[in-house]
Each structure stands twice: as C-alpha cells, then as structure tokens.
C-alpha cells in the first residue's frame, strides 16, 4: 500500500473513484477516506442558501484541510469552542472570523482570543461570565455578545437542552446587563443536534421572542446555533430549505431592527459527508462482527448513543446474499466497545472482508482516542460520492437569498 498521510493531517494521495480498489490493497489499518468535493458542495451551499451568516462549528471535524476547504467554498466564519480551535482556524485561515461561542471559558482564553487573535464575538449564559469577559477583555468597547437561551431539544435525536443556556423567565436581567456592555447584542440557542423537524427552530424562535420582548432591549445578531441534519439510516430528515425557509419567516416577525443579522452554526451538515472509514473483519460470531475501528476510535456516537450509520460491503464481485442485521465489536479489551446497530449487511460476510462505514466525517475523526494502542490508520482523498448525501441535487435548485437579510 502507498504510503498515506495520518488522519487529520494532509491527505494527498488520490485513489480515483474505486473504493474497492483500496480494500483489494488489503491494508491492516482502518482507512480514513476523504472527499474534499462533498465537503466543498455543503459549503457552498448553505454559503448560497442559508439567509444569513453560517459559521462552521470546529468541535465537529477539527481537520485542518477541512477547514481549508470550507475557508476557500465560502465559509468565512468559525464557531470556536476553546482556545486550541481559536489557534488552529488562526494558523489555517488568517483572515477568517473567529466567534467563540462555548457559554463557559476560562478567563485566560478570553484574553488570549481578544488580544492576540482579534476575537470580537463571545457568548454567555450567566452575569458570572459576562464579569469574565468585561474583565478579560479590559473593559473593550468593540464585543458581540450574544446570550444563549436555553431553548427545547424535543425535535433533535441528541439533546442539549441541560448544560448550557438561560431558561424562560431568567435572561431579562442579563439582556440588559449585556446590552449596557456590548456594541452588539446577539441572542443564541442549539436545538440539539440532528433536528429532524424544522418545527425545532421556529419553536426556538418564539423562544428568542419572548426573551427581547420581556427585556424590552434592541437585538443585533440572532444565532439559531447548529442542529442542522445530516442523512442516516433511519433518520432521514425533510430537504434543509425547508429548515432555512422556517428560519427566515420567523426571524422577519421578530421585534428587531431592519439590520439585525441571522446567523447559524452548522457543523454536522457541513462535514458528515466529508469522510467515511474502510475497516477489517477479524472475526465473526454469528450476528457479531469484530471490526479494526470502534468506540474509541471514529465510531464513538455508535457506541454510546446508538448512532446507526450506512455500510456496505467491499467485495468483487458482489455478494449475492440476503442482508441481515449486525452488531459489531471494537478492537480494544473493552466490553464497552460495541455498536448496537444493526448494521445491514450480507448474510455471507466474514473475517478478511472489508466494510466502507459512512457518513464519519462528523464526530468521527474528532471523537478518535489511541486507547488500548489503536490509532487512526491512513487517509486518502477519493473522488467517489458519499454513501448518502443530502447537496447532491442542489445545483438544480434555485438559491435566491431574501434580500432584506444582512450578510456581512
């Protein structure tokens, strides 16, 4: 096998469009396949569509060549969760706007953000971190601040609706405090991630209502967060216009300014498509499989949430068999590295066969641990599409903007 670069890293070795290709190469590692072309066909596409800014949520493909490509598909803004991603997007795209959103940063990482790396915008959720900032920032005139609301994640298949966020009847107080302190003030929320229902942000809209109309204060930035869907076996979600249409009629019946700017934090929808993972059976127990990949490596979310996620088997010719359902097992000692599934596959699969795992480009790679002494294998660029995807039909759709929306 050609000798590749690691996950994550740069991956310039290109395999055509022939994934089969790879497995007949019978590599012993997992490969990490990479498809810089769907990443750049989200990219442009909420570039084109969403009626508002879209800013790329590092936490869910830290990747460097990633963020390159979005950087030059026209993804200019970055949702930053730690003083490490602010680095990173810094080092990768100098001239990208860097939005540190997590609610809750340590003081230091506020100041490093504000005075070495030009970070303006910051989000907060309590008096206690709007201190933080004032202090951190040395009093600085020249802050979006935007409040996250603590909003319902009853349309998502993961919730986060507990950690972060003020609920209804607490953010009055704390509106008008940051409004006294900030340039701008922005109002955010996430309705948990993979909203099936574009009904999860017009009920998170209402939500935002209710807070600027109690606090009686102008509202510069409303930040609908991330939630936005990917494709997956059983959770197949309504066409994302339909999401970017709801967003922006409720946004228009806000009680806020002509100039207020819509922003959103997509992550999942902009990186799933990126990548997928070849791996090994080593063995197979009846409905079990023993895979070279697992929990503690790209498969995290099917282990511990029951993400279930497209398979198909790599063999030529064909296999002929019926497909059933299949559990698999991670390489480490751990009992605890196992995904549910099912994962459907042929009847007749077994050890020395290779699976292509989907849709891994989000919360794959970034989940990754060297547990037990398993790392991530070789990753290589290949030109095939994604096992699904949700953009493969958008140059056929019409990407008109309502002109009424800033963009910056």
Request: aromatic letters at 8%; a negative charge.
């Amino acid at each position: 096998m050609h000798k590749h670069h690691r996950a994550l890293g740069l991956a310039t070795t290109r395999i055509g469009n022939r994934v089969a290709d790879i497995a007949k190469l019978r590599p012993v590692q997992p490969v990490t396949l990479v498809r810089p072309h769907a990443a750049s066909r989200a990219a442009r596409f909420f570039a084109e569509k969403f009626p508002g800014r879209s800013m790329y949520a590092v936490k869910a493909n830290p990747s460097p060549d990633l963020i390159q490509i979005l950087w030059e598909s026209g993804i200019t803004h970055f949702d930053v969760a730690s003083i490490a991603e602010v680095r990173l997007v810094a080092g990768v795209a100098p001239e990208a706007t860097l939005c540190f959103m997590h609610p809750v940063k340590a003081e230091e990482a506020i100041a490093e953000a504000y005075f070495e790396y030009g970070v303006r915008v910051f989000s907060l959720d309590s008096m206690e971190e709007l201190d933080k900032i004032v202090r951190a920032t040395k009093g600085a005139t020249d802050l979006t601040l935007c409040v996250r609301l603590r909003v319902s994640s009853d349309h998502s298949k993961l919730s986060l609706a507990s950690k972060f966020g003020v609920g209804p009847g607490e953010s009055k107080d704390l509106l008008i405090a940051v409004r006294q302190v900030a340039d701008a003030l922005g109002i955010c929320f996430h309705v948990g991630s993979q909203a099936m229902s574009p009904e999860a942000y017009a009920n998170a809209m209402e939500r935002a209502r209710a807070a600027i109309v109690e606090a009686g204060v102008t509202v510069d930035v409303v930040d609908v967060g991330g939630g936005f869907p990917s494709s997956y076996p059983g959770m197949e979600p309504p066409p994302l216009e339909r999401y970017f249409a709801t967003i922006h009629r409720a946004f228009e019946s806000l009680p806020i300014s002509y100039s207020a700017e819509l922003w959103a934090e997509p992550g999942r929808a902009l990186c799933a498509e990126y990548s997928s993972l070849i791996v090994r059976v080593e063995r197979r127990r009846g409905d079990e499989l023993y895979i070279n990949d697992g929990a503690y490596g790209a498969l995290f979310d099917a282990a511990h949430i029951g993400w279930r996620f497209p398979v198909r088997l790599l063999r030529e010719p064909d296999s002929n068999a019926k497909e059933m359902g299949f559990s698999f097992y991670g390489p480490t000692c751990d009992d605890m590295d196992r995904m549910a599934g099912p994962f459907e596959l042929p009847a007749d699969i077994q050890a020395g066969d290779y699976i292509e795992i989907g849709m891994l480009g989000a919360y794959g790679a970034a989940m990754r641990t060297g547990f037990n002494g398993f790392t991530a294998g070789d990753t290589v660029i290949v030109d095939d599409e994604p096992m699904v995807s949700l953009y493969t039909g958008e140059d056929e759709a019409a990407a008109a903007t309502p002109s009424n929306v800033v963009k910056l």
